[in-house]
């Protein structure tokens, strides 16, 4: 059954959306220059920063990328889906399978407009496509049951880092894994939005050209990290309608107050996912982390499992028992609080053998603790982000993998600094 908060959510959701379908019958912008600039080209990351409204942003970032997001269509995108893509695609256009926010259509829209008025849309690609692509893992689940993404992150804050440089502020060092497609790793983008309306916030995204999703992504105030549960192997089934989860992802850091109570904190990811009670289209395991200042520690870290099957929506704090001690969190690819699974993977327990007693735990320990004892080979991206110290840390595989190669540190007030 869904609460009121939940109920109310949901009103303001089809409010929103019913807003948007009457502004976009009336407004086809007519643009005349993108509301985005390229921040800069480094160590195989490019960093776009993009400013607007929902169709501004989007047309910035066809127009800006329409040739990467060519490459990654042409050269991932359909070799994957291959015979199945003409499926895949009416099972995103009749909409019976995935909801999509209408902000989200007319942002995929004005995705194709960027891309036609640079001339760049050489496979004349549609709007379907792009929502397509942004739901690739749960379309992947839903028609075959494959699981692509590794990943691991480790959190501390608390009594972990009070003795540290970080002064018991939180922190999260986070690993995207995944088998290495050509297109994919020359294509890593770091995409910065500034939204102009007025329930949202700027918030930045880490991926690959094409996605107007979040796979990994922060504001000011938190970050989210998508996982993969591997060793669950339901599918979702064709009965059920589900939101696909980057997006429940880019709601919970993009809206000011998903859940109206005030506030800005982990109670609006929750809020995201607790929406969808009938769980998600795959099975993932989510990371994310807020500031050390609130109250409790389940809304300065949190672990949450979902799948397609029951039990849906399970949350970890530190309070579980997971043999990892103090106020730290570590996720894997494995269960661990749903079903009492307690699924320790090999990179699991490689943590808890190095981790010790949970404490002084330094920027630098929580992000060597994961670059020396959590790596996999398949490494695309190493990040660490602390909110607090407004800093982001990345380093991008080029030839080497990603926790082997210099970091870039950014400010995350310079990176969200409005326009």
């Not at 970080?166 to 910065?192: A, C, F, T």
Request: with cysteine; hydrophobic share 40%; proline share 3%.
């Amino acid at each position: 059954m869904l609460n009121n908060k939940m109920l109310t959510s949901l009103k303001r959701l089809l409010i929103r959306s019913l807003l948007l379908v009457i502004i976009s019958t009336i407004y086809l912008p007519s643009f005349s220059q993108a509301n985005g600039k390229i921040i800069s080209k480094k160590n195989n990351l490019m960093v776009v920063k993009v400013w607007g409204t929902h169709q501004e942003r989007g047309f910035a970032q066809g127009f800006l990328l329409g040739d990467k997001i060519t490459d990654v269509f042409r050269n991932y995108v359909q070799p994957q889906l291959s015979k199945a893509y003409p499926i895949a695609r009416n099972l995103v256009k009749t909409e019976k399978q995935f909801y999509y926010d209408y902000k989200y259509i007319i942002e995929a829209k004005a995705v194709i407009l960027g891309m036609n008025k640079a001339n760049t849309n050489a496979l004349n690609l549609d709007y379907i496509d792009i929502l397509l692509a942004n739901s690739m893992l749960d379309l992947s689940n839903i028609m075959s049951g494959q699981n692509h993404t590794h990943c691991s992150s480790l959190m501390s804050w608390g009594d972990a880092t009070k003795d540290t440089d970080l002064e018991g502020k939180s922190v999260i060092s986070r690993h995207l894994d995944w088998k290495l497609y050509p297109s994919l790793l020359r294509n890593q983008i770091m995409i910065i939005h500034i939204p102009s309306e007025v329930d949202e916030q700027p918030w930045a995204g880490i991926g690959f050209a094409g996605m107007i999703s979040v796979l990994s992504g922060f504001n000011v105030n938190m970050g989210v990290f998508q996982h993969m549960m591997e060793d669950e192997k339901s599918h979702a089934s064709f009965e059920k309608q589900y939101e696909p989860i980057w997006f429940s992802l880019r709601k919970s850091i993009e809206m000011k107050d998903n859940n109206m109570d005030g506030k800005n904190n982990l109670l609006d990811v929750y809020c995201s996912l607790n929406i969808w009670r009938q769980g998600f289209g795959g099975n993932y395991i989510i990371s994310a982390l807020g500031r050390s200042t609130e109250k409790e520690d389940s809304l300065i870290a949190m672990v949450a499992e979902l799948s397609s099957s029951k039990p849906y929506l399970v949350y970890r704090s530190n309070a579980f028992e997971d043999s990892i001690p103090g106020d730290n969190l570590y996720t894997a690819n494995y269960q661990i609080a749903r079903n009492n699974a307690m699924n320790f993977s090999k990179r699991y327990k490689g943590i808890i053998s190095h981790i010790g007693d949970g404490t002084a735990i330094s920027l630098e320990k929580n992000r060597s603790l994961m670059r020396d004892y959590s790596h996999l080979s398949i490494n695309y991206q190493f990040m660490t982000y602390c909110p607090e110290k407004d800093l982001f840390r990345i380093s991008i595989r080029n030839k080497k993998a990603a926790y082997k190669n210099k970091p870039m540190d950014f400010k995350i007030s310079t990176l969200l600094k409005n326009e």
